[in-house]
């Protein structure tokens, strides 16, 4: 769901608006426009066709298990946990996600 709109100066300003909004977890970003969203499941985000221009970038799980969204009733939830856990045992490399 949409949170609100964040400082679209760059993908920095944007990405620090959305770590100073609690319920934000995964911006929509394009030069001058930064979209806050909030994601129940922010490990596989996407964008519709109509959304030419923006990248998707997702935070990263907060390594408090209360801060994750419950994935319970979710097929993929066993397959998400294995490669959260994967992922937290590697080396910190660039990409999409921040901490």
Do not use: K
């Amino acid at each position: 769901p949409y949170v609100g709109h964040g400082d679209g100066t760059d993908i920095g300003a944007c990405r620090a608006s959305c770590e100073g909004e609690a319920r934000c977890n995964l911006v929509n970003f394009r030069a001058g426009d930064c979209v806050l969203r909030r994601c129940a499941d922010a490990s596989q985000p996407s964008l519709t066709g109509s959304a030419s221009g923006f990248e998707v970038w997702a935070r990263a799980p907060s390594e408090s298990p209360s801060r994750q969204p419950p994935r319970g009733c979710s097929p993929y939830a066993g397959v998400l946990e294995a490669l959260e856990a994967r992922a937290r045992a590697r080396a910190v490399t660039h990409g999409a996600h921040w901490l």
